[in-house]
């Protein structure tokens, strides 16, 4: 599995950006994608991630009301609806896949494929 994050820029505060990232090669339907962000000097965190089926979302408490995660089976799509962006959204967001192997997965953790990271960066 390959993957290509774009969208990241510059924006201010209160702004809306939206993020995409394209997945190539074999994305099962038993696969959660999702969206990481990592931060100068932070450890990545997890943002959202959705599931094969539609309405299978899971957000971070942090973004929960404001960032959107939908994902696009039939064109291996994923995207992240940010609005009302902060400061402390700024980071590099990286999209990933994880191979769903058990009914108890955690959505937050333990990715197998990663793409390479697209930087926002959101000014007061």
């Known amino acids: 599995v390959q993957l290509q994050a774009s969208g990241g820029g510059l924006v201010q505060t209160g702004d809306s950006l939206t993020l995409s990232c394209a997945a190539s090669?074999?994305?099962?339907?038993?696969?959660?994608m999702g969206w990481f962000r990592q931060a100068p000097g932070k450890e990545r965190e997890f943002v959202a991630a959705?599931?094969?089926?539609?309405?299978?979302?899971y957000y971070a408490d942090l973004v929960k009301g404001r960032f959107t995660i939908s994902r696009d089976n039939a064109k291996n799509t994923l995207i992240l609806q940010m609005n009302n962006v902060r400061p402390e959204d700024t980071a590099v967001y990286y999209c990933?896949?994880?191979?769903?192997?058990?009914?108890?997965?955690?959505?937050?953790?333990?990715?197998?494929?990663w793409g390479q990271g697209t930087q926002v960066t959101v000014s007061s």
């Open positions: 959705a599931g094969y089926r539609a309405g299978s979302t």
């Open positions: 990933g896949v994880k191979i769903i192997r058990s009914v108890a997965t955690d959505p937050t953790m333990n990715y197998d494929y």
């Open positions: 090669g074999r994305t099962f339907s038993t696969t959660l």
